[in-house]
């Protein structure tokens, strides 16, 4: 299987990253764009005279047959080639038959977004509103009485980075957004008024099988994807595998092999609509290099090959894709990043080796992995506070700076949660923030009330481990129901913190906590014992992280230490002289 020669339509930074995951796999590809130096060229040497990359236009028919002749499997980096020539070379007689993926059929059906959408919505996808358009006045005022205001006109052809996109507020723009789209075969789109941008790239073997990633969140700017953050974090626990569902029914609507990624809007009550499928790797799957299993690189190579599909996992906690956008002619800013970039741990560099910069144009990404997302977001901020186009309030919204340790402010990115029955209880739980805080771990601390604010508690346990929760630590005096309801509904660890109360000292919490039905257990430290409650978390969490193991080794010792001080000073001043310190 590994004998095949793959040729990639495309030698751009889709074509590199292709042409880079196969040699790995040892695939031998040929690459199809013009000059010597493409993107993609650049990382793979051709293997032989006979293999050498071919010089031509990706949408030159005669180019695209030259390269058929050279290789057993064709794909593309980009949709917007020449299906008739792709059909012409699948049905010229040669030795082996040649494999085209993804299938003709599913380029010319993707590559005009208004039959896309057409595509979809007679599959029963879920999409906004659309209507066909043609590039005069009238047509288009008749799309906005249809559709509302703004009303989203799009390029049907030839589109990407949102530049074929013109939103017509008010309908005197009408003239303005012909000539910016110069009379291309128009469409008009509903506007979706969404609240998140979501992603899922879906790889699809030649049997039809489809295997989803994780789902991201996609942040774009002027159009343009900026940033990518894996998982998606959400309230609705439900959401991530809503749209791994969705896109995954998108996907098997097509036919061929390879990776397809499905660009999604999120709206206020929790419906997800499609914008568009790219039939390729894509931008928002570039963080799978570096924090999946298998790259989406590596499973469109598979998937295309025949070969065994690798595993879609996440393989750290939490992932950032930036992309490197030109600002201008110059790469000073995109260097300038750079170098920071090189200073940050869990940072991966990713430059395309594109001839020139251009404002808009992408240049490269970066990659960041960490442990949890409020590491991530300490080490994100550096390269947003790099680039010259961030504003300060997106800064502060992607990657805002954690609460100074004793502030008594939440952490916006919490691993645990500190939760109590009702304000008398802090007294209780601050020490258990306490200890968070000398581990330097990331913890939201609030009242939720199992029997006062039920619906709240509910909330609250369902959303934990899809906002990012990793354990709860929950106090309770009295009936104490706190602790037992968050962890009949959630998955994560519950640690139960009897509270003192003015009647039965606490012995009623600490049987109600303590005392939970087979199948639902809460870890249940002493009355009273916030403190040790922090320490189970910690060593909860030191489970999956190192760095937490050596930290909480280092506080016995601490422990053991100070019990050693006492023995000496007891020695040296005799019991009767000494005073025991209360802590
Ligand atoms: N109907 C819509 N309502 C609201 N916003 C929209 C709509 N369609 C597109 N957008 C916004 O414009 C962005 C770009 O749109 P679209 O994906 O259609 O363009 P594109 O040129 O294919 O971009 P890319 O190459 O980045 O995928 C979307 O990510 C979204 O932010
Ligand atoms: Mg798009």
């Known amino acids: 299987m590994r004998d095949k020669v793959v040729g990639i339509l495309g030698g751009g930074q889709l074509g590199r990253m ?27 040497a051709p293997i032989s005279p006979t293999l ?53 059929a599913t380029v010319h059906t993707i590559q005009d977004k208004f039959r896309q959408k057409e595509h979809l919505a007679s599959r029963g996808c879920p999409i906004s509103d659309f209507l066909p358009v043609e590039p005069n006045e009238e047509s288009i005022r008749t799309a906005a009485q249809q559709l509302g205001l703004p009303l989203m006109l799009k390029s049907r052809t030839l589109a990407y ?3 074929g996109n013109f939103v017509v507020r008010e309908i005197p723009q009408i003239p303005e957004a012909i000539s910016f789209l110069s009379k291309r075969p128009l469409y008009a789109e509903k506007w979706v008024p969404f609240i998140k941008e979501v992603a899922v790239m879906v790889v699809r073997t030649v049997d039809g099988e489809v295997q989803s990633y994780p789902a991201v969140e996609t942040v774009h700017k002027n159009n343009i994807c900026h940033l990518v953050f894996a998982p998606l974090r959400s309230r609705d626990a439900t959401l991530p595998r809503r749209a791994r569902e969705v896109a995954e029914a998108a996907v098997k609507t097509f036919t061929g092999a390879g990776v397809f990624g499905v660009e999604m809007f999120l709206v206020e009550d929790g419906s997800l609509y499609i914008n568009e499928i790219a039939p390729r790797p894509h931008n928002s799957g570039h963080y799978t290099i570096e924090a999946c299993e298998t790259s989406q690189y590596e499973n469109h190579l598979r998937a295309i090959l025949n070969l ?16 490197l956008i030109g600002h201008s002619s110059s790469m000073d800013e995109i260097d300038a990043i750079v170098n920071v970039a090189l200073a940050v741990p869990g940072a991966s560099v990713h430059l395309y080796g594109k001839s020139e910069c251009r404002k808009g144009r992408k240049m490269g990404h970066i990659t960041v992995v960490a442990d949890s997302d409020a590491q991530l977001r300490t080490r994100l901020r550096p ?145 009273n014992n916030g403190m040790n409650a922090g320490l189970l978390a910690v060593r909860i969490l030191a489970a999956g992280t190192p760095s937490l193991v050596t930290a909480m080794e280092e506080y016995l010792k601490e422990l053991e230490s100070d019990v050693m001080g006492k023995v000496k000073t007891l020695e040296e001043v005799g019991w009767e002289k000494y005073e025991v310190k209360r802590t």
Do not use: C, W
Not at 23 to 38: F, H, Q, R, T
Not at 308 to 323: E, F, H, Y
Not at 468 to 493: D, E, K, N, Q, Y
């Open 18 to 44: 292709l042409a880079a995951s196969a040699s790995l796999l040892n695939v031998k590809v040929v690459i199809l764009d013009v000059g010597e130096s493409a993107p993609a060229k650049q990382v793979i």
């Open 52 to 104: 050498a990359h071919v010089d031509g236009s990706f949408a030159d028919p005669q180019k695209i047959r030259e390269l058929a002749d050279k290789v057993d499997v064709l794909t593309v980096e980009i949709e917007h080639v020449d299906v008739g020539a792709l059909e012409a070379v699948q049905n010229v007689p040669r030795p082996t038959p040649l494999a085209i993926h993804p299938s003709p």
């Open 161 to 163: 980075d949102g530049r």
């Open 308 to 323: 065994p599909l690798g595993s879609t996992a996440l393989k750290v906690p939490s992932a950032v894709m930036l992309n």
């Open 383 to 527: 390269l947003l506070e790099s680039l010259p186009s961030s504003t300060p309030e997106e800064i502060d919204r992607y990657a805002p700076p954690p609460p100074a340790p004793g502030s008594g402010f939440s952490d916006p990115q919490p691993l645990v949660g500190v939760i109590m029955g009702s304000d008398s209880d802090l007294p209780v739980m601050l020490p258990a923030a306490r200890i968070l805080d000398r581990f330097h771990i990331p913890y939201e601390l609030t009242i939720v009330s199992a029997h006062r604010t039920p619906d709240r508690l509910v909330e609250y346990a369902r959303s934990a481990a899809a906002r990012g929760l990793r354990a709860v630590i929950a106090g309770a005096g009295g009936a104490a129901h706190l602790p037992g309801m968050v962890a009949s509904m959630t998955a994560l660890p519950v640690i139960g913190v009897p509270v003192k109360g003015s009647t039965l000292d606490g012995v009623d919490s600490l049987h109600s906590i303590v005392q939970m039905p087979r199948g639902i257990p809460v870890a249940t430290v002493a009355i």
